[in-house]
């Protein structure tokens, strides 16, 4: 299996009620996520959740901390993935998707509760709290 590196933004609105979503483009369906995406090769974890915000939501982010660290088996693509999910805030920019692949439909605040409904149905779960926490790590075993 070929390891995989994935780093993810949860940027809060400044009432902690709302977090930043991305819609992605999956050939005729789409799906929500927070923005993030692979590192590529002589990226750092940083640089690549930076660039992968600003490509999908127009915003240029501050890592705070690591939120999580969550780990599977993706055995149809082949994939060992790591997920590295870090609080961030945005320091500029405007709400805009300028993803260089399209693949980003709408960027938008969505509230934490409805977050939540939507990352349970994800085979790699998460799950976001407003209240700071120690990191956490989840292993999902294969997808």
């Known amino acids: 299996m070929r390891r995989v590196d ?12 709302k977090i930043l979503m991305v819609r992605n483009r999956s050939g005729d369906s789409s799906y929500w996520s927070l923005p993030g995406g692979a590192v590529e090769p002589g ?17 240029d982010i501050e890592i705070t901390s690591l939120y999580s660290v969550r780990e599977a088996f993706f055995a149809e693509a082949g994939h060992h993935a790591l997920l590295f999910t ?9 709400m805009e998707a300028s993803d260089p692949d399209d693949d980003i439909m709408e960027v938008k605040w969505v509230d934490i509760h409805t977050a939540n409904e939507i990352l349970a149905n994800y085979p790699v ?17 294969r997808v």
Request: charged fraction near 30%; proline fraction near 0%.
């Open 43 to 59: 990226e750092t974890l940083e640089q690549a959740v930076k660039r992968e915000t600003k490509e999908e939501s127009g915003f």
């Open 6 to 17: 994935v780093a993810i933004a949860l940027i809060y609105d400044d009432a902690r009620e």
């Open 86 to 94: 870090f609080r961030a805030y945005i320091v500029s920019g405007k």
């Open 125 to 141: 779960k998460m799950s976001i709290s407003s209240e700071e926490s120690a990191v956490g790590y989840s292993f999902h075993g």
